[in-house]
């Protein structure tokens, strides 16, 4: 079957991050208890300080929403400082009213990870849709941790990392601490399936992987151009993460 193809919506602004906490306040007006689907990263982390802001001067509330994280690192449990179980808890649930009850990360301890994905998916079905979905992209163009190579029907599985995305995440460890090789991710069909989708770039070292992502087709050399297939993804691209993209 030929495939549907759409032209994501693309902002560029200078503070995207406020631009996508702004998305998500909005939907949270409307819903209150919203699925929201959340990402970790350095481009995030001005995401959950504005949606804080928020939170403390009572212009939104997370208190009834429930989030699925996009992935997890194989091997940290949630208590690691490395762990995303742990980003998540310093970056917004420490900072906000949100419940950490109706947090949901892959456990990155299961004694059984493919189990473990199997039932993070199948709790995903259950609960969901996710309303807004928010994406971070790799310097490769991975989403989640679905690297070069991620089939578009992928679900939620055990992924082994490229060294590209280990020695990029290798900043967020302490210098000679491992960064693990392997991780559990939501699959690209997984993502897709997400009402809206909000990506964020921020930085010219995403500038080439968002110009992949619009080149036009569906590759698995650059997952994130899989969302040429959803109707509903938003860009909200700083100018230098844009500055590649032909017009
Ligand atoms: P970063 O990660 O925000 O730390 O650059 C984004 C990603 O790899 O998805």
């Known amino acids: ?3 549907i193809l759409t032209t994501p919506r693309i902002t560029i602004l200078d503070d995207p991050a406020r631009a996508a906490a702004e998305e998500i306040s909005a939907l949270l007006d409307e819903t209150p208890s919203a699925v929201l689907g959340l990402a970790t990263g350095g481009t995030m982390i001005p995401v959950y300080r504005r ?3 928020g939170c403390a001067a009572s212009r939104m509330s997370l208190a009834r ?5 996009l992935d997890e690192y194989v091997g ?3 208590r690691h400082r490395q762990s995303y179980h742990h980003f998540m808890t310093e970056h917004l649930v420490n900072q906000s009213d949100m419940n950490p009850a109706r ?3 892959p456990d990155g301890a299961a004694p059984d990870p493919d189990a473990e994905a199997a039932r993070y998916e199948a709790m995903i079905a259950r609960q969901g849709p996710i309303d807004l979905q928010l994406l971070g992209i790799g310097a490769n163009g991975h989403i989640g ?3 070069p190579g991620s089939p578009g029907d992928s679900r939620t599985r055990v992924v082994e990392l490229t060294a590209r995305t280990r020695r990029d995440n290798a900043r967020y460890f302490a210098p000679g601490e491992p960064v693990p090789t392997h991780a559990i991710t939501m699959g690209i069909a997984t993502i897709l399936a997400a009402r809206r989708i ?13 110009a992949s992502l619009l080149e036009g087709v569906p590759r698995s050399d650059c997952p994130a151009s899989f969302l040429l297939r959803h109707r509903q993804v938003h860009l909200l691209l700083d100018p230098a993460a844009a500055s590649l993209i032909r017009r």
């Open 103 to 105: 947090m949901h990360l």
């Open 51 to 53: 949606i804080a802001e």
């Open 1 to 3: 079957m030929a495939d």
């Open 145 to 147: 941790f679905n690297e």
């Open 76 to 78: 940290l449990p949630p």
């Open 198 to 210: 909000v990506l964020l770039a921020t930085g010219s070292g995403k500038a080439q992987a968002i």
């Open 65 to 69: 929403t429930t989030t699925f994280n």
